[in-house]
């Protein structure tokens, strides 16, 4: 069965830098657009980034540009999410999701094909 990991989270402080990982298993990984998420309390998950297939396109929203940067790595089947100049707003739990039709700029979560259990990222001011 196709499983999304994601790992890399913690506690940090205002202006630090983390790398997630998102592992994947049970999937042909260089067919699927591979997005990330983040859900924070109280509020509906929301769209972080998106790479295609490839590797070769991405995007992303307006609050993480210039300090986000989406990567993959398709012979080891992990999409990462390195994240500098950390700011307290960026803390929410982190999700990674597989899509098979579509590069999706934006949109919902549970519009993709998969998605994992998700990492927590807190960051303190």
């Known amino acids: 069965q196709v499983q999304l990991v994601e790992s890399g989270g913690g506690l940090v402080q205002a202006g630090d830098s983390l790398r997630l990982s998102c592992a994947a298993s049970?999937?042909?990984?260089?067919?699927?657009?591979m997005g990330w998420f983040r859900q924070a309390p109280g509020k509906e998950p929301q769209f972080v980034a998106v790479?295609?297939?490839?590797?070769?396109?991405?995007y992303y929203a307006d609050s993480v540009k210039g300090r986000f940067t989406i990567s993959r790595d398709n012979a080891k089947n992990t999409v990462y999410l390195q994240m500098n100049s950390l700011k307290p707003e960026d803390t929410a739990v982190y999700y990674c999701?597989?899509?098979?039709?579509?590069?999706?700029?934006?949109?919902?979560?549970?519009?993709?094909?998969?998605w994992g259990q998700g990492t927590q990222v807190t960051v303190s001011s």
């Open positions: 999701a597989a899509d098979r039709d579509k590069l999706r700029v934006g949109g919902s979560l549970y519009e993709y094909n998969y």
């Open positions: 049970g999937l042909t990984f260089s067919s699927y657009a």
């Open positions: 790479t295609s297939s490839s590797g070769g396109r991405t």
